[in-house]
């Protein structure tokens, strides 16, 4: 499964659309997203418009953080490992695809930093761990292997995919 990014109006989607998207996903309990409902809580990217909250929103809103602090934002199905996995430091990270005998190289992957340049600190996760996790780098593979090339008709003068 990929998963991709719905943010398209940062007033609807991203932070305000979190909440019934964590309970979708059944990552926090309904009692904890209906609490958050009936009080008409809101929570806006690095608050970027006033949240008139009730009091009660920013203990349910922290709730709701601490449950998915250790997931990733953009795949809620997979946890942020402590360890393993493809780093952005590994060897592994560049990727070469033999396309006509021609080696075609391309990173594998990408991390948070990189698909969210400017998103200097991920709210819900340990930056170090954010910045270091490769997602994503089975996509990259697929992408750029020679047979999927060859199927969809890509030439072989056309770089890897990054």
């Avoid at 990929?2 to 991203?14: C, K, L, M, Q, S």
């Avoid at 934002?73 to 430091?89: E, F, N, Q, T, V």
């Avoid at 954010?130 to 072989?156: Q, T």
Wanted: glycine share 6%; aromatic share 12%; proline share 10%.
């Amino acid at each position: 499964m990929i998963v991709g990014n719905g943010a398209t109006n940062w007033e609807f989607d991203a932070s305000p659309a979190f909440p019934a998207t964590a309970q979708g996903f059944s990552v926090i309990p309904p009692k904890l997203y209906e609490d958050y409902v009936a009080a008409n809580c809101t929570d806006y990217f690095r608050e970027i418009w006033p949240m008139p909250n009730p009091e009660v929103c920013e203990p349910l809103n922290d709730q709701i953080n601490d449950i998915t602090q250790n997931l990733y934002i953009y795949d809620l199905l997979r946890p942020i490992p402590s360890s393993g996995g493809l780093k952005a430091s590994d060897p592994e990270r560049i990727g070469v695809a033999i396309v006509d005998g021609e080696e075609k190289y391309y990173k594998r992957g990408y991390t948070m930093a990189e698909y969210t340049p400017w998103l200097k600190k991920h709210p819900l996760a340990n930056q170090e761990v954010v910045e270091e996790h490769i997602l994503g780098d089975y996509v990259s593979d697929y992408v750029n292997d020679p047979k999927l090339r060859e199927l969809i008709n890509i030439p072989s003068d056309v770089p890897a995919w990054n």
